[in-house]
Structures are given as C-alpha cells and as structure tokens.
C-alpha cells in the first residue's frame, strides 16, 4: 500500500481510518506527517472531497517522547487526551477509568429511567408489577 513504504501502519474500517506508528523520535514524526501528506496529494490526484473535520485529531499514547504538530492540508490536528475507538474509550495514558466512569454513568441514568417509570414505590406494587410483565419476558428468553 501507498503508507507502507514511508512504514505507517492503517487500519481501515468502513467510514473511518486509523494512521498509526510508534514514535521512538522526530523521525517517526516526520514519517507520519508524510504518511498525511501522501493522503492528501492521494485525495487531490482520485479528486476526492474531503475536508477538515473536527473528527480528526491524534492521540499520544504512552509517554510521549516529541511534541511535534501534525497537520492535515495546513490544518494543525488538535492534540486530545481521550477517544473513542469501536466503543471503547482510550485515554492517552492508557488507563481504563474513563471508560469505566462513562459505562457506570450510562447504567446510572438508565436505572433512574427505569425506576422513574414506576407511578409507585410500594414494594408490593413493584412487585406485582414484575411478576405481571417481567417475569413472563424472562422465561420467554
């Protein structure tokens, strides 16, 4: 492929696309600007549209060893510390606690829905009520 010869790694997916390299130095830095460039003049040559979005952006993982900024057709990519990949989010010192900060305040919210929907809080009418509509979804799984 066209970024295998500078020694950039991709990964592809449907709508979205992933340049990565280990940065051991400024060399590797270069190489990624490169590997952006080559995208860009790629894009201009099969006249793709393309355009500066706020969907791009890069992420140092690890200690990071240059501060260098990227750019894309002049466009300095912002630097973020967190973001999303297939549902997971990944921090920039690799650690799990934003993710697992957001999946414990999504089962929050989703559990005050869910206890907002109850007109009471009689325990005999919650559970009444689970016997009455749950029960039966759970012995039909």
Request: charged letters at 20%; glycine letters at 2%.
């Amino acid at each position: 492929m066209l970024l295998a010869s500078v020694g950039i790694s991709v990964k592809v997916f449907i709508d979205d696309m992933k340049v990565y390299v280990r940065v051991t130095g400024s060399t590797d830095l270069i190489k990624l600007q490169s590997a952006l460039d080559l995208l860009t003049d790629s894009a201009s040559k099969w006249q793709l549209q393309r355009s500066f979005c706020s969907q791009m952006f890069h992420i140092k993982l690890g200690k990071p060893k240059c501060d260098v900024a990227l750019n894309i057709d002049s466009n300095i990519l912002p630097v973020v510390q967190t973001c999303h990949d297939l549902g997971v989010a990944v921090c920039s010192d690799l650690t799990p606690a934003v993710h697992i900060d957001q999946i414990v305040a999504n089962a929050h919210q989703r559990a005050n829905n869910i206890l907002r929907c109850f007109v009471s809080r009689d325990p005999q009418s919650l559970s009444k009520a689970f016997i009455t509509y749950v029960r039966p979804l759970l012995v039909a799984v």
